[in-house]
């Protein structure tokens, strides 16, 4: 589930940002969900104070509210609407003055955002015997197993056995994986919990995993 969240009071740009998502939805393989708030409140709270997954905010007027997301929840992407700039917001993906008026740009954002950051194309491998075709968002790491001597992917529903090196299988992917340790490649964007001083990560579904390294610190970007 991948959630869109619209701070706006206009029901015309909620109605229309309905219909982009409808054009969207078939495209990715995780539902879209766009929730809707005319203002502030302590539920729309709980949702910017929830950091687990990354989420597509849509803020029109409220600015302010735009920071407070920013200062919370730094995976997040934030899309401004409204009459004029903020610069005093920090790093958003675009500016567009309504969606009303430019269902087109908004379809265009939204849709980049999606194949860059949570989607994506699919990891394609094959050999003689077979292909192996895995949707990225689906895949939650690869690490490399010294007893089997094998690559190996995990996914949310299987685990694959491949006879190439990491760094080869490093070269498929997009900028989504990173190394967190030697022997480990991770989907930085199906990560809940990083913990450094004890050398483990937390994934989305709630795996706990021992494959993290101080010495890739570096290699996380959280913007």
């Given amino acids: 589930?991948?959630?869109?969240?619209?701070?706006?009071?206009?029901?015309?740009?909620?109605?229309?940002?309905?219909?982009i998502i409808s054009k969207l939805d078939f495209l990715y393989s995780q539902k879209l969900i766009v929730r809707w708030?005319?203002?502030?409140?302590?539920?729309?709270d709980n949702i910017i104070n929830n950091i687990e997954r990354k989420k597509i905010y849509l803020i029109n007027i409220c600015y302010n509210l735009a920071n407070h997301i920013r200062n919370k929840d730094y995976r997040s992407e934030l899309i401004l609407l409204g009459n004029t700039y903020k610069k005093w917001v920090?790093?958003?993906?675009?500016f567009?003055?309504?969606?009303?008026?430019?269902?087109?740009?908004?379809?265009m954002d939204i849709k980049e955002i999606l194949d860059n950051y949570y989607i994506g194309n699919m990891f394609l491998?094959?050999?003689?015997?077979?292909?192996?075709?895995?949707y990225y968002d689906s895949i939650l790491y690869i690490y490399h197993d010294t007893t089997e001597r094998?690559?190996?992917?995990?996914?949310?529903?299987?685990?694959?056995y491949l006879r190439k090196s990491l760094n080869d299988i490093s070269n498929?992917?997009?900028?989504?994986?990173?190394?967190?340790?030697?022997?480990?490649?991770?989907?930085?964007c199906r990560v809940q919990k990083f913990n450094w001083a004890q050398n483990y990560f937390v994934l989305d579904n709630g795996l706990n995993v021992n494959l993290?390294?101080?010495?890739?610190?570096n290699n996380i970007t959280i913007h």
């Fill in 150 to 160: 094998k690559t190996v992917i995990v996914t949310d529903k299987n685990t694959y």
């Fill in 125 to 134: 491998y094959q050999n003689s015997k077979y292909s192996l075709r895995i």
């Fill in 37 to 44: 708030y005319k203002t502030y409140s302590k539920e729309l």
């Fill in 172 to 188: 498929l992917l997009d900028n989504r994986f990173k190394k967190v340790h030697r022997a480990c490649l991770l989907n930085i």
């Fill in 90 to 94: 920090k790093n958003i993906f675009d």
């Fill in 212 to 217: 993290l390294s101080k010495k890739y610190r």
């Fill in 1 to 19: 589930m991948i959630e869109i969240i619209l701070v706006d009071n206009d029901e015309r740009n909620y109605l229309t940002l309905k219909k």
């Fill in 96 to 107: 567009i003055p309504n969606i009303y008026s430019y269902p087109k740009q908004i379809l």
